[in-house]
């Protein structure tokens, strides 16, 4: 009997290819010091197919982490939105393996 | 000191004995879990003992006993640790019917006790959904800490092998962990036992020798039946420093050091960070992965 993983059960969307190492390096942005991960969904059983989700970076992390990701090559859309007025406090990244 | 089997209770002054022996050898923790440790009736002298001595205490229990005599008998303690396995149907389908009721009367007092306390999730392949309600829960009930705990082969674990999570599942596992954490905020801390394999450097990367006892055998584990192991309950029996029954924790630790650490240090530690290293994943369960290896080589041998 196939067993339905917790992970396949938090969050789902839409579909693409992606390897172990793309969720090696994804895995890792909810690592880097100064990111909060404020949402993930993946889709794909059993090979995971699509990941998307949005990130909380300090202004002063935002440059490094975009390069990380762009490095990556894994996010086929990535959205910066920074928040705060007038003076940027928080800067909202929305990532996709798909877009 | 820890089973999950755990029938007979071994003689206090055997356990008090070896709490000064392990302070003496650099151990600062003293954690008590296994069976239900609010039953034995010298849980009280254990806790001081370890204050004493300069250590930290944690107990983990499952909560349902928590009335005010036994907060009172434990008010000494550092941090009480509550089983809490995921939303109440799967928590009583774990632990029996009613299990959750039985445990969540009780936090309302533990509150008030003043005890620093968190909840353990054990996390299955199954149950990572389950992850932000249960956080939620803590951070309602007043814990400060959250803590994930892969299910492991070695203990508990082995009959519910199918339900241990894999690799990949581990590696959500912190993913999802990051996202409740950062919904919870601060005020409840939550922990996956899992090592990022980038720090494993450290085990490959140390001279050999270089770390002291307690840094190597972490945590040293005196199973119910007082025989002294490595890392884990349920860690391969041909690595065990030697029984309470018939030597002091320090003879074991000394005998255990001139005999076999070097092959523990080479053979285990470094050989389960090179097997980790040489693996996609990027978290490892690392207790579990040191279990594995030991038995491995034991079986070699």
């Known amino acids: 009997m196939e067993v339905t993983r917790g992970s396949d059960k938090v969050g789902q969307l839409g579909r693409a290819e992606i390897s ?28 995971i197919e699509r990941v998307s989700g949005s ?28 928040r705060g007025i007038p003076a940027v406090t928080l800067v909202e990244m929305q990532f996709d393996t798909d877009a | 000191m820890s089973s999950p089997d755990e029938t007979e209770a071994l003689d206090v002054d055997l356990l008090l004995a070896a709490i000064i022996d392990a302070a003496g050898e ?18 009280p002298r254990l806790i ?71 909840f353990i999730f054990t996390l299955t392949m199954q149950n ?16 400060s800490l959250l803590q994930v705990h892969p299910l492991e082969l070695a203990g508990r674990g082995l009959p519910l092998g199918g339900a241990r999570p894999d690799e990949e599942e581990l590696q959500w596992a912190v993913v999802e962990a990051s996202r409740v954490q ?39 584990v005196i199973e119910s039946d007082g025989s002294i192991t490595p890392v884990e309950h349920g860690f391969d029996r041909s690595w065990s ?3 309470l029954h018939r030597d002091s924790l320090a003879t074991c630790v000394d005998r255990f050091r001139t005999d076999r650490l070097a092959d523990l240090e080479e ?20 207790h579990e992965a040191v279990g594995l290896r030991a038995r491995a080589h034991a079986d070699a041998c």
């Open chain 2, 48 to 118: 001081r003992r370890a204050k004493e001595v300069g250590m930290t205490s944690a107990v983990t229990t499952n909560g349902t006993l928590l009335d005010d005599r036994r907060l009172a008998m434990i008010g000494g303690v550092d941090l009480l640790a509550i089983s809490l396995d995921g939303v109440p149907a799967s928590h009583d389908r774990m632990r029996g019917a009613r299990s959750f009721e039985r445990m969540s009367r009780r936090l309302d007092g533990l509150r008030a006790s003043g005890i620093r306390f968190g």
């Open chain 2, 182 to 220: 950062t919904a919870v905020g601060p005020s409840l801390t939550v922990h996956v036992d899992a090592v990022a394999r980038g720090s494993l450097t450290q085990v490959l990367d140390r001279p050999g020798g270089t770390t002291g006892f307690a840094g190597l055998v972490d945590p040293l």
């Open chain 2, 267 to 286: 053979h285990v530690l470094r050989g389960a960070a090179v097997d980790a290293a040489g693996r996609d994943s990027r978290f490892v369960n690392w």
């Open chain 2, 241 to 243: 420093l030697g029984s």
């Open chain 2, 26 to 43: 650099g151990y600062d923790v003293l954690a008590v879990s296994g069976s239900e440790p609010l039953l034995y009736r010298d849980l």
């Open chain 2, 128 to 143: 990572l959904d389950e992850l932000e309600w249960v956080a939620e829960f803590a951070l309602a009930a007043g814990a």
């Open chain 1, 55 to 82: 990130l909380h970076v300090a202004p002063s992390e935002a440059g490094r982490l975009v390069d990380q990701i762009v490095a990556g090559g894994v996010v086929g859309g990535l959205h910066v939105f920074p």
């Open chain 1, 20 to 47: 172990q190492e793309d969720l090696d390096h994804l895995a890792g942005l909810g690592e880097v010091d100064g990111v909060d991960l404020v949402s993930w969904h993946k889709r794909g059983t059993p090979a």
